[in-house]
Nanobody, 124 residues
Framework: QVQLVESGGGLVQAGGSLRLSCAASGRTFSNYAMGWFRQAPGKEREFVAAIKWSAGYTYHADSQKGRFTISRDNAKNMVYLQMNSLKPEDTAVYYC?????????????????WGQGTQVTVSS
């Protein structure tokens, strides 16, 4: 497993932008597929985006396409989530996750390492 630490969350007005970062340590990061998930109060955790090891394959949830972009820097053991045109409904705790088999799936069960999460709050 890898250890994951998210950062970059905060309070932003609707229409604003945030860039979340996830620092990974412990294993060969470049072999892992990485994902971002989020959980809003009173709701189940949901998939946001995933990226395979080569960064040539990315997958974004339909509700965030065109607004959110996942990327990674294997040399720095980092994965990012650029969030633009934020809406109040994007308010949630955002989690970084790693899949040691490199699948890049939207399904939680394929991810074996999780960070503690970072809070994103979008005000109207």
């Amino acid at each position: 497993q890898v250890q994951l630490v998210e950062s970059g969350g905060g309070l932003v007005q609707a229409g604003g932008s945030l860039r979340l970062s996830c620092a990974a340590s412990g294993r060969t990061f470049s072999n892992y597929a990485m994902g971002w998930f989020r959980q809003a109060p009173g709701k189940e955790r949901e998939f946001v985006a995933a990226i395979k090891w080569s960064a040539g394959y990315t997958y974004h949830a339909d509700s965030q396409k065109g607004r959110f972009t996942i990327s990674r820097d294997n040399a720095k053991n980092m994965v990012y989530l650029q969030m633009n045109s934020l809406k109040p409904e994007d308010t949630a705790v955002y989690y970084c996750a790693a899949d040691g088999r490199g699948r890049g799936s939207p399904l939680e069960r394929y991810y074996d390492s999780w960070g503690q999460g970072t809070q994103v709050t979008v005000s109207s």
